[in-house]
């Protein structure tokens, strides 16, 4: 049987893709949003998210991945919808679609404690105020790749589940737990014994001169205005040339992460799962 190609935006499916790529509110309201490209919808499924809708077009099936994501999409009886690549561009949220959108329900939800490893040291961070979308998806793919045990994020915050978080941190969101941190989080940090270290440009001890074999939460601030917590938290700077005045926040926290997770396994401390939330 030959299967032709949606073309037409008058979908009810189309319209939800399309209010989902662009609209927060939207978004919040409705409990969903979109995942797009073969890799985030590959992590997505391999780690049991369940798909509402998935949209896809030809470019997807010209390589061997893309016919094994719709094979098990298939099997996991998501519901498929087969575009043109004209209809595919115009919901697409990228310049280069990769053939593949996916529509999933989703929640953030608060803690009260932050979730602690099995076995060996917490690593934990704290994202403050973010507010580019790349830059926590950056961050979220970081701490998720160094070994982190979780991420929180503060009151103003871009959204987790904004689609330009999850293109950036490519399906690392749905491998550790991230999660909404109340206004009083260092309260129960302490009562957990959790050390909280927060970078700042200048003024702090330099990051590889710090013990990060104890539990420990590492604090990320706004890109433009900084941290609120430098006074409550224990200071640490990434040394650089004069000549350089700041980094990236998701390059500094990934420098920094990096550098916790070696000293650790030279420490004899291997990397203990994230408990999932």
């Not at 991945?65 to 298939?74: D, F």
């Not at 989703?106 to 580019?132: H, K, R």
């Amino acid at each position: 049987m030959i299967v032709h190609p949606l073309d037409s935006s008058d979908n009810k499916i189309i319209r939800t893709v399309r209010r989902l790529m662009t609209s927060h509110t939207f978004r919040e309201k409705s409990g969903q949003t979109v995942v797009e490209g073969r890799r985030v919808v590959d992590e997505a499924l391999s780690a049991g998210v369940s798909f509402r809708h998935v949209v896809y077009s030809r470019r997807l099936l010209q390589e061997t991945g893309g016919k094994n994501l719709i094979a098990r999409l298939q099997a996991s009886s998501t519901r498929l919808l087969y575009v043109t690549e004209r209809l595919m561009e115009e919901i697409s949220g990228v310049e280069a679609p990769q053939g593949v959108v996916g529509v999933i329900s989703w929640t953030l939800p608060e803690v009260t404690s932050f979730p602690l490893p099995a076995s060996g040291p917490a690593l934990l961070v704290v994202a403050e105020a973010l507010q580019d979308p790349g830059n926590l998806g950056s961050l979220i793919r970081s701490a998720q790749a160094a070994g982190a045990h979780g991420i929180g994020v503060t009151k103003g915050t871009v959204e987790v589940f904004n689609p330009k978080t999850l293109r950036a941190c490519a399906g690392s969101v749905f491998r550790i737990p991230v999660f909404r941190v109340p206004l009083n989080w260092m309260d129960f940090a302490k009562e957990q014994g959790l050390a909280v270290r927060a970078t700042t440009v200048t003024g702090g001890q330099p990051y590889d001169q710090v013990d990060w074999m104890a539990p420990v939460i590492i604090v990320l601030g706004n890109e433009g205005n900084g941290l609120t917590l430098e006074e409550e938290a224990e200071p640490i700077t990434v040394p650089m040339v004069p000549t350089a005045d700041s980094l990236n926040v998701a390059m500094a926290g990934s420098v920094i992460l990096f550098h916790a997770a070696s000293q650790r396994r030279l420490g004899g401390i291997s990397p203990s799962p994230p408990l999932m939330i």
